[in-house]
């Protein structure tokens, strides 16, 4: 399995990012690639993408080592420093055009966090001092600006200039409001990334004040994640909330998002190296595992997500979904010895292999339905369709095992 994904991530994935989507006119990656194949090489730049291209290449470069991942993630931390980050107010852009002008300035704190991921994966993997000053300044920004201190947790967005925004949607396909699990599970992911850095990189300058007030923000989020997140009675992991933390939005259940969750928690708790938060939190990653099993298929996927309420069930088998699941597994089985969790890992990427690889074009198809059907109205490359979830996948199994 191993070399498998050592292959797949080299040859099939950022071997893809390399050949096609460079912008080698106004800097950059394209924006866009869609479902058929078809570079659009005047779309809008997202954020989320750059900030999730930066974190793969530099993550690659740091576990294999070869000079073209470096030169790519140092491309893509040149074109954020240079074009997403707002120089007036702070933070970064929502999205630029195609020449890298700012078109929609909206301060979203899960894009935010990716930026701060991406920059701290790239100190770690160099050593190098401005990617850590940009980190340490968005870690702070998102404690300045998203932090809701009456109940605790982050909201999701605010307008350019720190004001109140009323659609706070992370998507047209979110509900708006104020809190969400998703911003939440990727805002202590690149905290985790920043303390560890912190602790592999002792020689980047960075004040003890930011240490301190980083490890308190890592430890509130872990309890955020257990107290007010997950759900006691089903151990998924409740979706949307009100500012004090009422469940919004109805029952919704994310396979995709539990299953992440679980093994995110726990590398927050396992890097944060304190056996009392452990001990308390090991038992919430194997639930949640354990509850997010609703999701998986016979063929070894695992389904999107399902409103309880209304009985709808989004049944596709999403790229990102059977990435985390691989990755969530193998994490309850390294941990914990559950030879089944292995089993559900290995069914999974086999499905992977079969159905959404594109071996011909190269990266991963956004899904498949039900009948097997692949999905070619999504990007192949996009706003949302970024060499992260696939490539972390890879990177996490060549690191683990």
């Known amino acids: 399995m191993k070399a498998e994904v050592k292959d797949v991530l080299q040859n099939n994935i950022l071997s893809f990012w390399l050949r096609h989507m460079i912008d080698y006119e106004h800097g950059g990656f394209y924006g866009q690639m869609r479902g058929d194949g078809s570079l659009v090489p005047q779309a809008n730049k997202g954020g989320i993408l750059n900030g999730r291209i930066l974190w793969s290449f530099s993550a690659a470069y740091r576990v294999l080592g070869y ?17 997403f980050i707002d120089a007036q107010y702070g933070g970064t852009y929502w999205e630029v055009d195609y020449l890298g002008h700012p078109v929609n300035t909206k301060k979203q704190f899960y894009a935010l966090g990716f930026m701060m991921y991406g920059m701290s994966e790239y100190a770690r993997a160099t050593g190098d001092q401005a ?3 940009c980190a340490v300044s968005l870690f702070q920004t998102i404690e300045e600006q998203a932090w809701e201190p009456r ?10 200039d720190w004001q109140p925004i009323a659609d706070m949607r992370l998507s047209e396909k979110d509900a708006n409001y104020p809190k969400s699990q998703n911003t939440h599970l990727h805002i202590i992911e690149p905290y985790t990334n920043l303390y560890r850095t912190l602790l592999e990189r002792p020689s980047l300058q960075v004040d003890i004040s930011v240490r301190m007030a980083l490890e308190k923000a890592l430890r509130g989020l872990i309890d955020i994640f257990c107290s007010k997140i997950l759900n006691p009675e089903t151990h998924h992991l409740d979706l949307f909330f009100e500012n004090d933390w009422t469940r919004g939005a109805g029952w919704l259940e994310s396979y995709g998002h539990d299953i992440e969750c679980s093994w995110l928690l726990h590398e927050a708790s396992l890097v944060l190296g304190d056996c009392e938060v452990l001990s308390r939190v090991e038992p919430i990653v194997q639930l949640v595992a354990k509850a997010s099993e609703k999701g998986l298929n016979p063929d070894g996927s695992m389904t999107h997500e399902a409103n309880v309420d209304s009985g709808k069930v989004d049944t596709d088998r999403h790229w990102w979904v059977q990435a985390e699941a691989v990755v969530g597994f193998l994490n309850i089985y390294q941990h914990f010895g559950d030879e089944s969790a292995l089993q559900k890992a290995l069914h999974c990427w086999q499905y992977i292999r079969e159905n959404l690889i594109d071996f011909e074009g190269g990266e991963w198809w956004w899904s498949r339905n039900a009948e097997g059907c692949v999905n070619r109205e999504e990007d192949k490359a996009g706003f949302w369709k970024c060499p992260y979830h696939n490539s972390r996948m890879c990177l996490e199994i060549i690191e683990r095992f």
Do not use: F, P, V
């Open 151 to 160: 109940y605790g947790g982050y909201i999701e967005a605010k307008k350019r």
């Open 131 to 133: 990617a850590m000053d």
């Open 67 to 83: 000079s073209e991942y470096l030169e790519a993630a140092t491309r893509a931390k040149e074109y954020i420093l240079n074009h």
